[in-house]
């Protein structure tokens, strides 16, 4: 990503990596330590058979949010990019117009 972009567009990308990271970290996270404690004991505990199940779903469902917001950020950096390219050409169109106005005003 070229860092002379549009400041939302850089915030949404790494806003959408540092999200997809975190939802990794905390679904294996939940997956090795999710417990389920014995009736009567606060020590005692087994895995929870549903731990990887959440961890998974904790990974899927932040790797998606978090791509989707570095799509869009490639969205409003290219529309960015667009648009500056775009006011360029009109200030070239508007340099040339000028010159040729001066050059017939001078014949």
């Known amino acids: 990503m ?3 972009e549009s400041m939302p567009a ?4 790494y806003f959408g990596w540092i999200l997809t990271i975190a939802g990794v970290v905390a679904g294996l996270y939940l997956g090795f330590t999710l417990d389920l404690p014995k009736d009567g004991y606060t020590y005692l505990t ?3 058979p549903l731990r990887w199940v959440y961890g998974f779903s904790t990974i899927i469902g932040s790797a ?11 969205i409003i950096a290219i529309i960015s990019e667009k648009s500056y390219e775009h006011k ?3 200030k070239s169109v508007i340099r040339r117009l000028d010159e040729i106005i001066k050059k017939d005003s001078a014949d």
């Open 2 to 4: 070229n860092r002379n």
């Open 10 to 13: 850089v915030i949404l990308y």
């Open 46 to 48: 087994d895995p929870h």
């Open 64 to 74: 998606v949010f978090g791509l989707i917001l570095v799509g869009i950020s490639e």
């Open 88 to 90: 360029e050409l009109q």
